[in-house]
């Protein structure tokens, strides 16, 4: 059974400060996902890899397959950052792809100004 | 924003009830998703499916049944509710793109069931 594992669980913070967060899996995947939800909210897809490194203003992920692990990085962390970042998986045998994604429980992340 | 929208977005139901969820998309994505979210476990998914009258079984599919007979929508029942099934749900789209896609989520359903 594919596990997904996040750490830490809970971040807290001070703006400003460099902030990591970090996946690990079990199983052999096609794409790894990260997500953002801020409280009460929706569902955002920050970033789809499959390999090496991607970046998007503040947000950078990167992700080592052989490894099975990826992390979400924060650059000048900002109070508006503040949300659940869940990592999610694509396993490799889900064939066609119709199948779903596998999620991590979520990093509770709090920016304190 | 990928036009997905759920409906009700909230709902309080007793138990034993039959409750409809729906999803909707204008976006003419092949395939769509229903999760739902837990304390503790994240999300984790119900059905999907792959087309028009094709709905696949997911982890946690017991208690619930899905179709889908037009390509925007997207319907989760939950022939009898149950006070586990307490839970918000999300609807999920996908791109038919070759290889990987980003996924699009709806806003979600708050349910309770009594």
């Known amino acids: 059974k594919n596990e997904v594992e996040q750490s830490p669980q809970n971040l807290t913070a001070q703006e400003g400060e460099f902030i990591t967060i970090n996946c690990s899996y079990s199983v052999g995947i096609s794409a790894l996902h990260w997500l953002q939800q801020h409280p009460g909210g929706g569902i955002v897809s920050l970033f789809m890899?499959?390999?090496g490194k991607k970046k998007h203003g503040r947000l950078i992920a990167t992700i080592n397959i052989q490894e099975k692990h990826s992390s979400l990085h924060i650059t000048a962390s900002h109070p508006r950052d503040s949300a659940v970042y869940i990592c999610a998986v694509r396993p490799a045998y889900s064939g066609g792809g119709a199948d779903g994604l596998t999620f991590g429980k979520g990093t509770h992340l709090i920016i304190q100004p | 924003d990928a036009g997905i929208t759920q409906s009700p977005r909230h709902k309080v139901t007793e138990t034993g009830t039959p409750v409809t969820l729906r999803c909707h998309q204008t976006?003419?994505?092949?395939?769509m998703y229903w999760y739902r979210q837990d304390p503790g476990h994240g999300l984790r998914l119900i059905h999907y499916s792959y087309g028009v009258k094709d709905t696949d079984k997911g982890e946690v599919s017991d208690g619930y049944s899905v179709s889908r007979s037009k390509t925007e929508d997207f319907l989760l029942t939950l022939e009898s509710a149950t006070s586990s099934q307490t839970s918000v749900y999300f609807c999920a789209i996908r791109s038919p793109a070759g290889g990987d896609a980003e996924q699009f989520f709806g806003p979600g359903t708050r349910l309770t069931v009594l």
């Open positions: 890899l499959s390999s």
């Open positions: 976006e003419n994505h092949r395939y």
